[in-house]
């Protein structure tokens, strides 16, 4: 049976040290650095008010009632359920009656919304314009090198992946370029973050939203144009339709089973 010819490239070894090191290096002390820039813009979260506190801890009361209704027992549930769907239909626990039935404000209009969005729009450039210059300068220094190759095989699928900017067809997939080395970076230091700033750092952060951008399936329960007295009828509705049963039931013929046997 003949085997399959191993692909040999006759690349320099200083290659490997002033390419990949430097590279992994940057990324390093960009990570460090925007970790502090961030905590530099950060600004303390403002106190909430009373009635606000209690609208949304009054939500997540129905939530968790709903999630865990089995460890009630019936009686203990009905009145629950009753309480609060009694609560949310009537909006008692909102916290501007008076403007029940209108639509949400504008969140450019609510000075505690746009906090929040320059809150966001501040990590977004600090995460956009490192990387950005990074990219940049790869590109101009080290653009259709190859550095390395892997030690295990690969499929044909991660070619695309791990020879950006090497614009060759026959390659074998196991060798990696410099761009890729730089993608493959911002997602494989964080635990090199982890270990320097923390577990609670700004870099790791950064780039878990990197991997997470796209449309979320869910939408925010207390952000901004969300309409509280929507989300407590809807609850309202959810909290209706539950067809109990406890843990405990049957727990006696159950325990003299387990018992007998």
């Excluded at 090191?21 to 960009?30: E, G, K």
């Excluded at 991660?158 to 970076?185: E, N």
């Amino acid at each position: 049976m003949a085997q399959i010819p191993v692909q040999t490239i006759h690349r320099d070894p200083q290659l490997f040290y002033w390419i990949l090191f430097p590279i992994t290096i940057v990324m390093i002390l960009t990570g460090v650095l925007r970790h502090y820039a961030a905590v530099l813009m950060q600004t303390a979260p403002k106190k909430q008010d009373r009635k606000t506190i209690r609208e949304q801890r009054s939500l997540l009361h129905g939530i968790n009632v709903r999630s865990n209704f089995h460890a009630l027992s019936k009686r203990s549930f009905n009145n629950r359920r009753d309480a609060l769907t009694a609560a949310y239909e009537s909006g008692a626990y909102l916290k501007d009656p008076e403007r029940r039935g209108q639509p949400p404000p504008n969140p450019m209009s609510d000075p505690s919304s746009m906090d929040g969005m320059m809150g966001m729009m501040k990590n977004q450039m600090a995460m956009i314009i490192p990387n950005t210059l990074i990219m940049s300068w790869i590109n101009a220094f080290f653009s259709g090198y190859v550095i390395m190759k892997l030690p295990f095989p690969l499929t044909i699928k991660f070619k695309s992946m791990l020879q950006a900017g090497v614009a060759t067809r026959d390659m074998d997939p196991r060798w990696m370029s410099s761009i890729s080395w730089y993608f493959l970076c911002i997602f494989g230091l964080q635990s090199v973050f982890n270990f320097i700033l923390g577990d609670n750092n700004a870099a790791s952060q950064m780039a878990q939203q990197m991997g997470q951008m796209g449309p979320q399936p869910q939408g925010q329960m207390f952000g901004p144009g969300v309409d509280p007295d929507k989300q407590f009828l809807g609850e309202a509705e959810n909290l209706a339709v539950i067809e109990h049963y406890s843990v405990l039931d049957g727990v006696e013929q159950r325990l003299l089973e387990g018992i007998s046997v």
